[in-house]
């Protein structure tokens, strides 16, 4: 996917993007150069990815703050440096029956954030940070990699994406920002314009459906694509694409192409 001269799919109204949620993360480790890998072979229109930094700040792929649920270790990212991390198996926990654990002792490394942009040169990411110390780093790194087009960046944390606020970066909407919409939808109050390019939302929030008919079409309304997390039911996906959302983020890519396709 070149692209230049092209509208980045995770920005585009038109576009149905199937979006790999940590790389296809039901087949592989997720965060990891197998899980992109893999996306990629299948399709994948664009990357979903979590970006922490190490104690010495370089951004590196990991959800959690720790490292107990997907690798060999215990404690938490930020007390290790790059070079001691170099040597966590990130698929060390990665299982698909609960019996077998077919990466262990594989050398699958949780990547830096450079080395993932740097493998995937035309991918598309939709690229979360977990923290807002990390915006910096983030930000010479997308710029080191002529990354920025092609990268959008979301967060839970509002304060974690100030410095991305400003062309030529490009943002989804904050935790804070799509409670503000969705609020406004209910009240009838959707504001002229917004500070964001798309929304990444869960199906559902405390019980209650995020991407509604309403919701989805106030922001459309304002130019910007909902992308909607996380959808491995070709159902589910056919459902949401019928009310207008844009995106499906899902850790089965293969699966939800094939639902587009038919």
């Known amino acids: ?22 790389g296809a993360s039901a087949s592989a480790p997720e965060n990891t150069m197998p899980a992109f890998e893999l996306a990629a072979r299948q399709g994948a229109d664009a990357f ?13 792929v990991l959800h959690d703050s720790a490292l107990d649920r997907t690798t060999d270790r215990s404690g938490l990212l930020a007390t290790l440096t790059y070079q001691e991390l170099r040597e ?19 050398e699958v490394r949780i990547p830096m954030l450079s080395q993932v942009l740097r493998a995937f040169p035309e991918m598309p990411v939709l690229l979360e940070l977990k923290e807002a110390a990390a915006q910096e780093a983030v930000k010479q790194v997308l710029l080191e990699e ?4 092609r990268c959008v960046l979301a967060s839970e944390h509002h304060a974690a994406l100030h410095r991305f606020r400003q062309p030529p970066f490009a943002t989804a909407a904050s935790a804070a920002e799509i409670g503000a919409l969705y609020r406004a939808v209910w009240f009838r109050r959707v504001p002229a314009s917004v500070p964001y390019r798309c929304l990444s939302v869960p199906l559902r929030h405390r019980g209650l459906p995020v991407p509604t008919r309403g919701f989805v ?37 293969e699966v939800i192409l094939g639902e587009r396709e038919k």
């Open 1 to 22: 996917m070149d692209m230049k001269g092209q509208c980045n799919p995770l920005l585009d109204l038109s576009a149905r993007p199937v979006i790999a949620h940590r």
């Open 48 to 60: 979903e990815l979590d970006v922490r930094l190490t104690r010495d700040g370089v951004p590196v």
């Open 88 to 106: 966590v198996d990130a698929g060390y926990r990665f299982t698909r029956d609960r019996r077998s654990f077919p990466f262990r002792g594989r």
């Open 146 to 149: 002529r990354a920025v087009e």
């Open 217 to 253: 079409g106030a922001a459309r309304g304002l130019s910007c694509p909902v992308h909607v997390w996380t959808i491995n039911e070709p159902a589910s996906a056919r459902a949401l694409w019928g009310r207008g959302v844009a995106g499906m983020v899902t850790n089965l890519p």
